[in-house]
C-alpha cells in the first residue's frame, strides 16, 4: 500500500492532486470502537475545505481557461478508462491484507469480513471496467429515412459528490467511484467522518494508477459542513448519497435548489420471511436459522439490508426461534483482529447507545428477550471500554413496536409469526422502506408468488446477502432513489444525448416568405 505518512499527520484532503491540511487546521481523532481508543489523525475539513476540492473537480472536468475546453478525463478514451480501473483492482488485490485490516479497526467488523470488503471493491472496479469497455458507442435510433442519421449517445454528468456511509466505507466508496470514473466523470468524496481511513487510501491507489490530478478529490470532514455544502454546491452536478433516512432527505432538499441529479440510498427494514415447507427436513431447518442468523448479525447488525424482521410461519415459530436464541448466545464477539472472532463492536458509543433504547422501548411494549439484550461482559479480546452489544433477539413483536418499524441498525432481530400466505407477504410489505427481503421456502411456486409480491429492491430466495455487480441495487419507498451497481449503476453518472443528422437538407417552406 502506498505510503500514507501524510496522511495519518492529518493531511488527508486530497485536490488538484496534492495532499492537504484543513483549511482551519483542524484534526479528528480516529477511533478503534473495539477498545475506544484513537489510532489515526485525520484532517477535519469544512465548507472552505470542500469549495477547493469542487474546484479543482470541476477545473478537470472542463479544462482550458474558464471552462471553455473539456477535461481530460471525459476525453480519455474508453478503453483507456476501462484499464486504469483494472489496475486499481490489481492494486487492491496486492494490498489485500492491509485494507482489510485497516477496515477492521475502522469499522469493527472482523478481519475477515474486511478482507471479502476489498475483494467485492476489486469486483466492483473489474465490472464497470468491463461494461464501458463492451458497450457499442452508441444507440442508432430508425428515423423512417435513409436521409436521417439518428444516434443516442451517453456523456459523463460532470463533478459528482459522493457521500458514503460509516459501515461499508470503501465498500460503499467503490460502488460509486467506480461507475463514476467509468463514466468519465470527475468527483469528490466525502467518507464518514468517523471511518475515512481506507478511502482515503483508495485515492492513492487511483493517483499510483494514473489518474490525472483532479479528477479524484477526497474531504474528510462531518455531514453537516462537508456533505451540506456538496449537496448545495453550484458546481457540483450530481450527489449520490447512502446513509439515513434523515440525512438522506436533507440531501435531496438541498439539491433541489441547484436541480442537480441525486441518487440515494437509505437503508431498509428488511423481511426474513421462513415458510414451514423451508424446515421440513433437518437440513432445511438447520440452513433457514444459520442463514437467519446472518440475515441478522452480521457486521453486528449494521447493514442496511440486514434481515433485522424474521417472519415466521407459527406452526414452527417455537422451535425455530429457541434454536435460534440458543445460536445467538454462543455468537464470538470480540475485537476483529483477533481469531477465532465471529462479530466485532458496534461503530460508536452512540450506535450502542441507540441500539440499547431501541431494545428498551421494545420490552416495555411487552417484546419476550430471547438471547442478548445487553453488554456483554470483558474479556482479553472483548475490552470493557469497546462498544460491545450481545446479538439480541426480540420474540412475540407486531407492526405497532417502534424496533419493528425503524432501522435500529444494530445486532437486534425481531420475531413476527404468520399463518397464510396473504398474511406474510403483507406483514413484509408492511414498511415505508423497500431495500431487500428474502423468503424461505420448499415450494418452487410459492417462491416465485412471493418475490413477484414484495415490494423491495433485492428479493432472495432460499439465500440472504448476496449481491452481484452486475445486478442492480436500490429500493422502493423511503429506501431511496436511484440504483447502483448494474448498468442502471452506470447510467446515474450519464446523461444522454440525441444526436441527429439530416444528410440532406433542403428548405422546409413552412413559412411562405
Given at each position: ?81 476501462a484499464?486504469?480501473?483494472r ?38 472496479f ?34 459528482c ?52 490530478a ?7 470532514g ?83 439490508s ?34 477465532g ?84 407477504v403483507?406483514?413484509a ?85
Amino acid at each position: 500500500m502506498a505510503d500514507n505518512t501524510e496522511q495519518q499527520a492529518g493531511k488527508t484532503i486530497h485536490a488538484g492532486g496534492e495532499w492537504l491540511e484543513a483549511v482551519s487546521g483542524a484534526t479528528r481523532e480516529i477511533i478503534d470502537p473495539a477498545d475506544a481508543l484513537p489510532f489515526a489523525v485525520v484532517a477535519e475539513g469544512d465548507e472552505k475545505d470542500t469549495d477547493i476540492a469542487v474546484a479543482a473537480a470541476r477545473a478537470a472536468f472542463d479544462g482550458g481557461e474558464g471552462g471553455a475546453g473539456e477535461g481530460t478525463w471525459p476525453r480519455t478514451p474508453v478503453t483507456e478508462r476501462a484499464a486504469l480501473l483494472r489496475r486499481v483492482a490489481d492494486l487492491l488485490v496486492r494490498d489485500r491484507e492491509q485494507l482489510g485490516l485497516l477496515e477492521s479497526r475502522d469499522a469493527g467488523k472482523t478481519v475477515e469480513e474486511g478482507r471479502v470488503d476489498i475483494d467485492c471493491v476489486a469486483d466492483a472496479f473489474r465490472y464497470f471496467a468491463d461494461l464501458v469497455a463492451g458497450e457499442a458507442p452508441g444507440r442508432v435510433v430508425d428515423a423512417g429515412t435513409p436521409e436521417v442519421h439518428s444516434v443516442v449517445v451517453h456523456e459523463p454528468v460532470g463533478v459528482c459528490a459522493l457521500i458514503t456511509p460509516w459501515n461499508y466505507p470503501l465498500l460503499q466508496a467503490s460502488w460509486k467511484i467506480a461507475p463514476a470514473l467509468a463514466a468519465g466523470n470527475t468527483f469528490v468524496v466525502k467518507p464518514s467522518e468517523i471511518t475515512p481511513l481506507t478511502t482515503v487510501a483508495l485515492i492513492d491507489l487511483l493517483v499510483e494508477a494514473g489518474l490525472p490530478a483532479g479528477v479524484a478529490n477526497i474531504v474528510t470532514g462531518p455531514g453537516h459542513s462537508v456533505g451540506a455544502r456538496l449537496a448545495e454546491h453550484p458546481d457540483v452536478d450530481l450527489v449520490s448519497f447512502t446513509g439515513g433516512l434523515i440525512s438522506g432527505t436533507k440531501v435531496a432538499q438541498a439539491a433541489a435548489v441547484t436541480v442537480k441529479k441525486v441518487a440515494l440510498e437509505l437503508g431498509g427494514k428488511n423481511p426474513n420471511v421462513v415458510f414451514a415447507d423451508a424446515c421440513a427436513t433437518e437440513e432445511g431447518f438447520d440452513t433457514a436459522v444459520d442463514q437467519a442468523l446472518n440475515a441478522a448479525f452480521i457486521h453486528s447488525g449494521q447493514v442496511c439490508s440486514a434481515g433485522a424482521r424474521l417472519i415466521v410461519e407459527e406452526s414452527v415459530r417455537e422451535r425455530f426461534v429457541a434454536e435460534l436464541a440458543r445460536r445467538a448466545e454462543k455468537i464470538r464477539l470480540g475485537r476483529g483482529t483477533e481469531d477465532g472472532v465471529e462479530c466485532g463492536p458496534l461503530v460508536s458509543e452512540q450506535q450502542r447507545a441507540k441500539t440499547e433504547s431501541y431494545v428498551a422501548a421494545a420490552l416495555a411494549e411487552g417484546a419476550v428477550l430471547r438471547s442478548g439484550g445487553k453488554r456483554p461482559e470483558p474479556t482479553a479480546t472483548r475490552p470493557a471500554t469497546g462498544y460491545f452489544y450481545e446479538p439480541t433477539v426480540l420474540d412475540q413483536c407486531h407492526r405497532e413496536m417502534t424496533v419493528v418499524r425503524e432501522e435500529v441498525f444494530g445486532p437486534v432481530l425481531t420475531v413476527e409469526t404468520f399463518r397464510t400466505e396473504d398474511e406474510a407477504v403483507a406483514l413484509a410489505n408492511d414498511t415505508e422502506y423497500g431495500l431487500a427481503g428474502a423468503v424461505w421456502t420448499a415450494d418452487a411456486g410459492r417462491a416465485r408468488r412471493v418475490a413477484g409480491r414484495l415490494r423491495h429492491g433485492t428479493v432472495w430466495i432460499n439465500d440472504f446477502h448476496p449481491y452481484l455487480p452486475q445486478a442492480e441495487w436500490g429500493g422502493f419507498g423511503k429506501s431511496g432513489v436511484g440504483r447502483e451497481l448494474g448498468p442502471a449503476g452506470l447510467a446515474e453518472y450519464r446523461e444522454a444525448k440525441h444526436v441527429y443528422q439530416n444528410l440532406a437538407p433542403r428548405p422546409v417552406r413552412w413559412f411562405a416568405g
